[in-house]
């Protein structure tokens, strides 16, 4: 076999480190930005964050020097004025089961104990008490034996987040060492002491049992006024609160031998009940907030957004390194010449960043004015490739842009992802987006007769009579995802 030598040409696609890093950046949260960006400015000496020129004035429009002849723009973009946006949240659940009543009762309330006099101090967040921490609080308030106090804080420790006892008590005394002769009683009045000294219905072992404990604990008064309605209540907590969920009230009536008045009335008053007596004590994990990356504003009739000040990180060169190395140009600075070089393409790659995603989002204003104008209704079909070809860019790019990336809207927060969806086709030859069926979905129930709400296949029935063709599964999967019940948990009296 003979041996040769040929040359070949051959094409391939390599990233360089700086092409890595900006894909990088562009995929990360804000919030996982901001940790990217302290790791990078603890090692990167040549490179910092500012807020204000030496002077102490803005760093608007700032160009600083980077020691060899050449200006490095500060990532200062566009500022916006900070906009306020209450948003509410409806958590009314219209289910009777454990999640009939995951809503706040309306009998909760929090209070402002500073006043502008206080100001003077530094602030210090209080920490609330958990759920146990209260239990025990509470305990050491009651005039206890030490053997009823050891078995109520341990019964405590069996007591989950929302307040139930997840144990059965035969199955605690098990744990309990043999020698202390403890029996089932001492455990129940133990739980009675738990069950009298935490928020009402703490220590339940169910859901009717939990309710029963708090239309027990009402106000002697409420009780002795409503005491048809009450002892109606009791009935139902304690043996039908599965017909009552199923919305079987021909059936309850019946059972119970009361009309539409009494039954609606009973009603209200577990509505009024929380099913999650510890949910109240229930720590939020910090850190879970959103922040906006853009802001949308109306500008002589036309939506324009703009970047969130607040987010874009003010990067400059250090001043004294880069005049190091002006003035020492030898190999033996090769680390700050790399450290440089990295700093460079870190300020050029956020710039690069923040416009992207500015580019992308005034790209789907446009394509979805309407619904800014009118809601979740007129939301158009869009898909990742539509916006990419406007931009030049790749699909890629976009996904990447839109996920987990928030703008603020007179209408609320949206991630940039929620205004792209699938469509539906209509009888016209037309498309309609998912997100406007689903509003449509959840705009005619708002509107339906409580007593006879509409099916699923009445619903589609409807959008088909407007031009909409949906078929029946594809409505029950967008009302389940509205968190909507079928329509016989729908039915009230």
């Known amino acids: 076999m003979k041996q040769s030598l040929q040359l070949k040409f051959s094409q391939s696609l390599a990233l360089t480190p700086q092409l890595q890093q900006s894909i990088r950046l562009l995929q990360l949260s804000s919030q996982e930005l901001n940790q990217e960006l302290e790791t990078i400015l603890q090692e990167n000496p040549l490179l910092e964050r500012t807020d204000k020129n030496d002077d102490g004035s803005d760093n608007t429009n700032e160009f ?14 566009s500022a916006v004025q900070k906009d306020e946006e209450n948003l509410t949240e ?19 309330w929090e209070e402002n104990n500073y006043s502008e006099d206080d100001n003077d101090y530094a602030f210090q967040e209080a920490v609330a008490p958990n759920l146990r921490e209260h239990l025990i609080s509470q305990l050491k308030l009651i005039p206890l034996s030490e053997r009823d106090q050891t078995l109520s804080m341990f019964l405590v420790d069996a007591i989950n987040e929302d ?38 219905g703490v220590g339940a072992r169910n859901l009717s049992e939990c309710l029963i404990l708090q239309l027990e604990l009402l106000p002697k008064e409420i009780r002795e006024e409503n005491k048809s309605t009450y002892d109606l209540a009791l009935q139902i907590a ?41 949910s109240d004590f229930t720590k939020l994990a910090a850190g879970h907030y959103i922040q906006h990356e853009i802001v949308l504003k109306k500008v002589k009739g036309k939506w324009l957004a703009s970047l969130n ?79 990419a070809d406007e931009l030049g860019l790749h699909e890629s790019t976009v996904s990447r842009v839109t996920t987990r990336k928030y703008m603020l809207t007179p209408r609320g927060v949206y991630e940039l992802k929620y205004f792209f969806g699938s469509h539906v086709s209509t009888d016209t030859g037309g498309a309609c987006s998912a997100t406007a069926i689903r509003a449509l979905i959840k705009q005619m129930v708002s509107e339906e007769n409580p007593k006879k709400p509409y099916s699923d296949n009445q619903l589609t029935e409807v959008l088909s009579k407007q031009g ?22 729908r039915k009230s009296l």
């Open 238 to 278: 304690a043996h039908h609160l599965a017909t009552l969920a199923s919305r079987d009230y021909t059936k309850l009536k019946k059972t119970l031998c009361c009309n539409d008045e009494n039954l609606r009335s009973t009603e209200r008053m577990l509505k009024h009940l929380n099913p999650r007596p510890g």
């Open 64 to 77: 600083t020097n980077d020691g060899f002849g050449t200006q490095e723009k500060v990532v200062r973009l």
């Open 90 to 108: 409806n958590l009314a659940q219209d289910t009777l089961s454990e999640d009939y009543f995951g809503g706040s009762s309306s009998h909760r």
């Open 309 to 387: 000040d607040e987010v874009v990180p003010k990067l400059r060169i250090n001043k004294l390194y880069a005049n190091i190395l002006k003035g020492n140009r030898d190999s033996s600075n090769q680390y700050l010449n790399s450290q440089m070089q990295e700093a460079k393409w870190m300020i050029k790659n956020i710039e690069q960043r923040f416009s992207t995603i500015l580019r992308v989002s005034q790209a789907i204003i446009d394509q979805q004015s309407q619904f800014f104008e009118h809601g979740e209704i007129a939301m158009r079909p869009l898909v990742l490739r539509e916006i």
């Open 468 to 489: 909409i063709v949906v078929a029946r599964r594809t409505i029950a999967k967008y009302r389940e995802s509205l968190n909507i019940p079928a329509a016989n948990q």
């Open 163 to 200: 307040g139930y006892l997840e144990q059965s008590l035969e199955d605690l005394k098990e744990l309990l060492p043999g020698e202390l002769e403890i029996d089932i009683l001492e455990l129940e009045t133990a739980l009675k002491h738990i069950q009298h000294s935490g928020p009402s």
